[in-house]
Structures are given as C-alpha cells and as structure tokens.
C-alpha cells in the first residue's frame, strides 16, 4: 500500500519550519538558519556525493526513495501570491528541480503544467488535501507520494490524517517566529510512534509512523 | 571520485561478523543472531516495505544508493570450498539475487559467469583485494562499489587501506566467538573518523569516513 511520507521536515526548537516574509532572494523567508550546513545534494542519495556519509547525510539520503510523486504547496514551487502572471517562473531550481517525478503544486489559480528534460513536472491543481493526494497516488503507481511542505502544507495533510510517515530533524536553534507545521495540532502525536535519535551534530532526528 | 563502501556491517559486542560453521542451512555460521530483528527488505529502499520507517531500517536502506557492483568472499556466495563442482549451485538466493549489479566473488577457483534476469551477475575472480576492486571499478563506472563481507573480505580490504566508507552496526550481543573484521588490525580507526550514534533499537551505528 503505497504511503505518503514526509522527509527532512527540519523545526526550530520554537516549532518553526519556515520563515515569514518569503521572497525572491529569500526562499524560505528570514528562517535561512533551518538549512545552515545542510547539503542537499545527498537528497539525490549518498553515492556520487564526494563528502563524508554521517548520520545527518544517511538519512537525508531517503528522501526520493520510491518516491514516484511530490505534492507542494504554492509558496514552496515560488514567493508570488493571487493569479498568475506571465513572468516566466519556473520554480526555484532552474532547469534542474531535483524531483525526477510529477509534481503537484497546490493553488486556487491552476495553470498549464511546466515540464522538464529530466522527468520533473509541475501540476497546478485546486482541492482538499485528500483530492489532491489522490491525484498525486494516481501519478505514483505503486510508489510513494511525498508532501514536500512547506510547513502549512504538512499540517494541513497533518490534520486530515493523510500523513503515514515523517522524518522530522529538530535543530538546535531558536527562530522566535515563523510558519509553524504544529499549529492547532494539539495532541497529534498520539497517532503516530515517535522514534527519537541524537545526531552527533546536535541534530535531532525523528521517525514519526502513524499507528496502524 | 567513485568509493568503496560497506554497509549494514553487523558486529557482536566481542567483535564477530559472522559465524564458524558455515553450511547450507547455516549461510553465516552459528552466528545467526546477529541478523535477528533483521528485515532485510529494506536494503531495497524504505519505499515498498509496508513496514515502519525507524532509524535502524532507514539506515539499511542506504545500500544500494549509486552502487554499481558488488565484492564478495567466496562463503558469501556458498559454502562449499575447493574446487567448484556441477552442483548447479547458484548462490544463496534463489532466482532473485538482491543485487541488481555485477557481483565479483573473490576465488582462487574461477569459473563462467552465472547471470540473472534481474540484472545481478556473478563473476568469480582470482586476484588480489586491489587487483579485484580494480575490475569491479570498471564495473560500476561512474557509481560506488558496495564490499558485500564476509568479515575475512572486509579485513582484507582493510587491511590494503582500500575502504573509503563503513556503516558499522554494533549489537548488543556476545557470540562468544566467531569471524573479526578487526583481526590483526590494531589501530585502523586511526585512518578514518569515526560517528557513532545509539538507535532505540539498542543498536549502535557508525560511519567511519576515511581521512582525506
């Protein structure tokens, strides 16, 4: 049964997974510290990464595995709000998003999908988390669908009880403010089993698996 | 640059990898706990495996991330000894080897290659580690080697300082005796660094990184 899995879900000690004030020179708004240090490159797996396999990079590494779909909230695909307009954007990754699959960008205001060489495609599409999943569960077969955030688009899955399986990585820090995954969450936990390790870079990473 | 790799090396508290005694209802010995607790489906990625993703499977699941060949020790492949006879064995794994890549099983007795549907094929070669890693190089072309053990292989490989990554898993459990990947090789964290961390399991994991 395919799943739909959450990785490298990284919060503040404060709960914070992003920043405010998203813009074009600031991805994930004034919350940059959430990704100090970590090296996306080990997304696409740890072979072909000239660089030390820790803990940390081990386990960022699962993020595409049987992956065959992404969902994505709007602000996480760009920083422009209302209805589209002919700027030519294409998300922030140039001509090599690193998805390698469809990708399903949620938005009141659909568009033509965007597709590219190396197998990434964006789909605009209007709905409930559970529609949309089910689009997205159609476009991935057999494999898993992965809910790539931002952080208002996991607690939205979050709270429909859509989510299977989270990598969550608590970091040492404190932000003060930001987009909070947790917010009107109360008591969530109690759905899933919490495992909890230590990373020796003062990370903390968890696997939340929603009981069954 | 393209590196050797060990993965999911298992280890009793006294240092043993595998068992004596290896024997066809016995593929590593007496040593059979070390793989209790074990699912091995996760070497084939988290993705597909309707199980939990914990911090032991997760890890697992890095083997076959950009490999694209394999070593082995002869007893890794089966447990005869001396001169290969036409018992029509073909490994311990049935019509479905878990490799998916080129095998190179280390012998002083060479023999045709064996080959599968699924991509996985053995070649039996006579060499030295280096002389053998060589061809399993050519191999894997631009990907990683994944070093299959046994602990004798892992040693040997060791021992030619020719290991650029190990995920060593330690157990808490004592064999009493067995096979060492350590033996006669006082000393050889000095080569790399190592990070260790505690799974909730009771496991201890660790990435030894040679020192650049």
């Known amino acids: 049964m395919p799943r739909t899995r959450v990785h490298n879900l990284f919060i503040s ?3 914070y997974a992003a920043g405010d004030h998203v813009a074009l ?8 510290r959430l990704f100090a240090g970590f090296d996306g490159r080990f997304i ?27 969902i994505m909230g709007r602000r996480k695909f760009g920083p ?4 589209w307009t002919d700027d030519g954007w294409q998300g922030w990754w ?31 599409v209007d709905g409930s988390a559970q529609e949309v999943l089910t689009v997205a569960q159609e476009a991935a077969g057999d494999l898993d669908v992965r809910l790539g955030g931002g952080p208002s688009t996991i607690r939205q899955f979050l709270d429909a009880d859509l989510v299977d399986v989270m990598h969550v990585v608590i970091l040492p820090i404190v932000l003060g ?3 909070s995954p947790w917010e009107g969450l109360t008591g969530v ?24």
């Not at 020179?25 to 940059?32: E, N």
């Not at 089993?193 to 903390?204: D, L």
Request: net charge negative; charged share 20%.
């Open 94 to 124: 140039d001509d090599e998003p690193p998805f390698h699959t469809p990708v399903f960008v949620m938005t009141h205001h659909p568009r033509p999908p965007i597709e590219f060489a190396n197998g990434t495609s964006f789909h605009f």
């Open 25 to 32: 020179d600031a991805p994930i708004g004034d919350a940059g």
């Open 177 to 179: 403010r930001g987009v």
């Open 80 to 83: 422009q709000t209302g209805p």
């Open 44 to 70: 696409h797996g740890i072979g072909g990464v000239d660089a030390p396999v820790t803990l940390d990079r081990a386990l960022t590494s699962t993020w595409a595995q049987g992956v065959g779909a992404e």
């Open 13 to 15: 000690l404060d709960g």
């Open 189 to 212: 936990e109690d759905r899933f089993t919490v495992e909890s390790v230590a990373s020796p870079s003062g990370r903390i990473h968890q696997f939340w698996n929603r009981k069954v």
